[in-house]
């Protein structure tokens, strides 16, 4: 069994912080995983905004947030995480974005690295004092690769004074693993 992958490890680091969560977004619902652990984790009026550009992906979350008897937490918000700033005007204090394509769907429909990148540096602007983004990138297809290489190239460019960037992958997995980003965002302007 493994002990982490990048997907447990990033709801690992983010637990101990959730208790004081007023507002997370779930970037890329897939099937609710992420808006689950955000749901159950965070107090009871944190608001919870999860986006999916897929119906059948938002049908799946909300049917298990409904049988965990969250669903009242969380806004389904069928659009690209791009718009972000279309669904949320006031600062969050987490986000999760777990790239791709929808897990048991098919690889024709995936996030982009255009509007990934976009979307991040939204979220980065919308992100409270304390706050954290994680972000899981795949690097092994093709789109995923140019994704994994543009949301790197953002990262690398954040300023210091500002924002702490973290990376994790496993260094003996095979078949280009998946890599975890940890953002958190020390000072504000």
Known sequence: MQAYNAVKLAQFLLLP???KCRRAVDATAGNGWDSLFLAVNTPDDAIIYSFDIQKSALVK???LLDNHKVLNKVKLIEDNHVNITHHIADQ???AMFNLGYLPGGGH???TQAATTTKSVKE???LLSKGGFITIIAYPGHESGKIEFEEVKKLLSTLPTRMF???SWVSVNAANKP???YVIEKIRSE
Do not use: Q
């Open 178 to 180: 998946p890599i975890l």
């Open 108 to 110: 024709n429909i995936t």
């Open 92 to 94: 969050v204090d987490f």
């Open 17 to 19: 912080h959730l208790n």
């Open 61 to 63: 979350t909300r049917d």
């Open 123 to 125: 979220t980065l602007r």
């Open 164 to 166: 702490a960037v973290n």
